[in-house]
């Protein structure tokens, strides 16, 4: 193996085993990472629309730290939590709250008042209100939000790289260091259609959660 | 925390403030590769985004490309644009900044002209101004605030992906995080970190002043907005 290809099948044969290592760490990084940003993000968001106040701390700390680039954002919070996946975990969920915090706000502030104000009239308190009215009807404001979050999450978590736990991205750094381009190829491909991928499947899960906008024209 | 005060203590040693691998040397990088690539982006992407704008074209495509842009991985492009023929260089570096941070100025500046005042394009029209003029006096001042914003974008999406670049070539403060790393320094990768942090938030911190400075309805707009932002 001299000719150093661009394509090499053979490596995607005989190193199947550390790519699909390399695939499960991303996917677990990515989705942990998510599930944990989504779920703050709900808190966030509902104490911001309860508090005012709140709510201009916790969107200006938000893009304040999304300003921090992420290889910095890793190399700061390795002080607190070491060459680890959580260093990782953890960065990627400051970085998803910006994103996520502000679509769940838009998608509840979107809700029309005089839907709100029937569903008091039927007799709705607060929890069912959020539940069974409120979030149906701006869950595609917030799966949109969630998209972009997904999907540079998916992009971001290669630099976790700088902690030793980048998924595909430890591939990538391996690939460049040794110069074997198919290692960084296959990787980086990996990385785009996992991106492509998770997009596709909450495309697919807002659509069967909301079947009631099927057949409505998209705007 | 201990590594947080070695940290600390890494940036409080004069060793590390002098010489080629330095912290005056990295940071002069930083902003070189970051200025250099910030005019090459302006001088394409903002006559681009007028001329798109004003003619009402592209609008779906220059949308798609921020879109997309999301999902690329910087690592992995970097990586990849390395290993061609272009090799380890400083343009190679540079390119690959240009090419980040492109999108969220030609959009932008797409947007700032499309959102510009029907009645006063029509106005300027009717007054006997060409294309030329019409995009000169009229589209692009008052397009200013949006174009700003997309270079503010630019300039922190640039020094963000300079800091990643440094993880395979080139120079600029990330060189100091990634030194660290290559060592298994970890007091050194922390302060490397602050100071790439501190870098950005400053560099965001000086746009936004330029963004305020510049907004040529700034004087008409001043009470509004600062009414609004004590409401808030």
């Known amino acids: 193996m001299v000719r150093n290809d661009w394509v090499c099948p053979e490596y995607v044969q005989t190193r199947s085993g550390e790519i699909t290592d390399a695939l499960q760490q991303h996917v677990w990084i990515t989705v942990v990472a998510v599930v944990v940003g989504l779920a703050l993000s709900f808190v966030l968001a509902l104490l911001a629309r309860r508090y005012r106040r709140f709510a201009a701390l916790i969107l200006g700390t938000s893009t304040v730290l999304y300003t921090v680039p992420s290889l910095a954002m890793f190399g700061l919070l390795l002080s607190v939590t070491g060459l680890t996946a959580t260093t990782v975990i953890v960065g990627l969920v400051l970085y998803s709250l910006v994103i996520l915090v502000r679509g769940i706000m838009t998608g509840l502030d979107g809700v029309p008042p005089d839907v709100r104000e029937a569903a008091v009239g039927m007799g709705y308190g607060p929890v069912r209100m959020l539940l069974r009215v409120e979030l149906p009807l701006a869950l595609p404001t917030i799966v949109a939000a969630l998209r972009v979050a997904t999907v540079s999450t998916i992009a971001m978590t290669t630099l976790g790289v700088i902690v030793g736990h980048g998924g595909l991205g430890d591939l990538i750094l391996r690939g460049l260091r040794s110069n074997f381009r198919p290692e960084v190829l296959t990787a980086s491909v990996l990385v785009v259609v996992l991106a492509l991928l998770a997009d596709l499947i909450l495309v697919a899960a807002l659509r069967l959660a909301t079947p009631w906008r099927r057949g409505v024209a998209r705007a | ?232």
């Open chain 2, 1 to 232: 925390m201990n590594d947080f005060l070695d940290a600390l203590r890494w940036l409080g040693d004069s060793a590390h403030w002098s010489g080629p691998d330095g912290v005056p040397t990295r940071f002069v990088e930083h902003m070189w590769l970051t200025s250099i690539s910030l005019l090459i982006v302006c001088v394409i992407a903002i006559p681009v985004g007028l001329w798109l704008g004003h003619i009402g074209r592209g609008g779906t495509l220059a949308i798609n490309i921020s879109n997309v842009g999301r999902a690329v991985p910087t690592f992995a492009v970097l990586v990849l644009l390395f290993m061609t023929p272009l090799g380890l260089s400083d343009w190679t570096v540079i390119i690959a900044l240009v090419v980040f941070g492109l999108p969220p100025v030609l959009t932008n500046t797409y947007v700032g002209v499309r959102e510009v005042d029907r009645d006063a394009v029509d106005a300027a029209r009717g007054m006997g101004m060409d294309a030329m003029q019409v995009m000169r006096k009229v589209e692009l001042p008052l397009a200013v605030p949006l174009i700003v914003n997309g270079v503010r974008l630019a300039a922190v999406q640039i020094v963000a992906t300079a800091t990643v670049a440094a993880l395979v070539a080139g120079g600029g403060l990330g060189r100091i995080i990634t030194a660290g790393f290559g060592r298994g320094d970890r007091p050194q990768m922390i302060a490397g970190a602050i100071l790439v942090a501190a870098l950005a938030l400053l560099v965001e911190a000086l746009m936004e002043w330029l963004q305020r400075r510049v907004d040529p309805l700034r004087r008409i707009r001043r009470r509004p907005l600062t009414a609004r932002s004590a409401a808030v």
